[in-house]
């Protein structure tokens, strides 16, 4: 085995050496902000020799998505990346895929929705493609990223699965950000991940398909999504299993849940993403001060990996949901996936808190994890916790003051 | 190649082989449906049909489809980027040696004017630009139909339809003359770009004969006469269609190689009136008064068209 290629890569050059790395064939793709050097980095790969296949300029992203399907169910290898807008645009697309079966992985940068407009992230792009069918994988580093990548087309090529795997990344914090990331041999990835060849029936003149059709009555559309439901959750066991191999042969190993520091935790923090390691760090210097903390990554959050959930979190009295997206008029988008994950085995005595943070890319800071702390100490139920301080009220402010200071000085 | 080459004379002569067969949940008489059979005659069964939401959606329900080629059932808006990927793949896997040419197949959008002219035009347009090797096939019944045949961009002025009915302060309904899908395309300079009827087996047929050996975009126009949507008896179809050829409302033509040409040039054009009579969305014209003004206005842009060519 050859050694291991390190290198200083952004997440977004992590996604396309994963792709790279994949032989994938054929990648459809439209630019948006933070994903654009993902496909940039590809056009020039297809255009140089470096991949073979083809790389397509789509007009959309609900095109582009069309054009993955597609290609998918004609037996390629496909790839793909959006964000945000991308993903509202395409949305109709995806649902559509999903319901193909085709196996395919695409990469979300995740960037704040409008309006406002704004180019920094937060979740509720992600979260928005929750319930269409894809599965989806939250990266915290460069690396992870191209693992779960590579991972990911185990998963979606899996008999059992044929299904489009969808893995996400925080805009910013690790589309450009370098960290380093070590890359596989080429020889080995081929080992764990062969030539793609469909399970399913592809198009071609051999094999005439109806592949989508219309259902009439309720048995048939139900029978196919409960069929699809069934596919998705499978894909919990086939990620553990793939994920094993994957530890084998690369030495990092990957579950849908991680647990850092929960042995005897007392407070926990539910993260994703990479803020799970500016909650890590928090963590660390809680347990300086002799607070027993914890924090509970999801990794996985389509298929919900509920069991696992229930399990690291059993016997906490004290957890913070923390989702940096907002479901206007209801809050955060995870917390009652986490609560209803622990309501079977419910311990007497818990608080589950839920907290909004880190909107359009504003930090949580150590400080406000101090905050949270204080609020799981308070016994009585509270609505959701907005991480939002005088210092970035004053923040705010500071810009009105700039473009209207006599109406600000006024009130 | 010329475009006038014709092969087929009679129809006889066509191929008898059927790709679409008969029994699908379509209404009796649709044009669009009988169209597309005449097409299918000709391209054979090693095609894909990539399909836009649309009447011609219902020819497949599961577990049943009515054709020996493949189908793909996309979206409103989406038939052509998804032509797009089958295309993009099948040529990967040919040139990588995955696949041998004889699993090749033709790749073909179906999609209603709705989709054609309106959602599924920007998309379209984009996969003219990058020369996508495909056929598309639009089946022209001047509205939406399967939602229940509203008006859309390719509704023809002094139709009513569902959304545009005529009113006293709206006696026409439709206001607004039809989008040229034809012009449109040629804008674009495509490969192929020719108009059909299915009362024109024989012109459809040669048309399709001579596209099919083509590469790139290659549009054809299906005149539809929807007997359900227009409001005329099931067996008029071909009656319908022959009327709009026959005042001129539906040139026959062709597109190729930087020139239009029309195939069946009405020598003398019937008035468009006995072609807006024999259907229910036109009636409001005729009853309870005759409006003058639009029958005159719709002969007179029947009149103009023609007049650039005689
Ligand atoms: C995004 C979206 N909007 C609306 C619809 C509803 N819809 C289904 S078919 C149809 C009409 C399509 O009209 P056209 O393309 O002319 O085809 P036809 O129905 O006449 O066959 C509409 C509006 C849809 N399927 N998708
Ligand atoms: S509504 Fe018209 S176009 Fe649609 S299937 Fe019926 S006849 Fe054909």
Redesign the interface.
Known sequence: MKPNRKMMLTGNKAAAWAARLARV??V?AFPITPQTEIVETLAGWFADGTM???F?????E???F???????????RVFTASSSQGILHGL??LH?LCG?RVPLVMVNVSRALATPITLEPDHNDVLITRDSGLIQLHAETCQEVLDLILIGYHMAEDPKVCLPVLVNMDGFYLSFTREPVSIPDPGLVEKFLPKFKAVQP?????Q?????????GGE?YSWFKIQQDLAVRHAEKVFIEKAWRFSEMFGRYYLPVESFRMEDAEYVFVMSNSFATKGKSAVLKLRDQGIKAGLLKLCMIRPFPEKAIAKALKGCKKIAVIDQNIAPGRGGIIYPEIVSALFPEKTAGQKVLSVIGGLGGKDIREEDFGTIIQHLGNPKPEGPLYLYGEQDLNTFLKFERIAKPEEVARS | MSAITSNYKKIKDLNPHESLSAGTSLCAGCGGLEGLRLALKELG??V?I?NAAGCM??L??????P?????????M??P???????R??????IQ?G??PE????QVMVLAGDGSSNDMGM??T???IH?KLDFIYFCYDNEAYGNTGFQLSAASPFGGATQTAPSTGLHPAGAELPKKDLFEIWRAQNPTYIATVSPREPIDLANKFAKAKLMKGPRLFICLSPCPTGWGFDPKETHLIAKLARDTGIFPLKEFFEGKVMHNKVPRKRVPVERYLERQKRFQHLFIPVRQEETLAQIQSRVDAYWSQYE
């Open positions: 064939e054929y459809p073979q296949g083809k397509t300029n789509m007009d959309s609900h095109s582009m069309m054009a993955a399907g597609a290609a998918s169910a004609s037996g390629v109709e697309s559509t193909w592809v198009f071609q003149a051999s005439p398909q109806a592949r989508a059709s219309a259902v009439f048939t | 069964d090693d894909i990539c959606t219902l497949s329900v599961y577990p049943f489809t054709l020996r080629g493949s189908w793909l059932y996309t979206t808006g989406g052509v980027p998804a032509a797009q990927g089958v993009d793949a099948l040529d990967i896997r990588q995955d696949m004889s699993e090749n197949l920007g998309p347009s984009s996969a990058r």
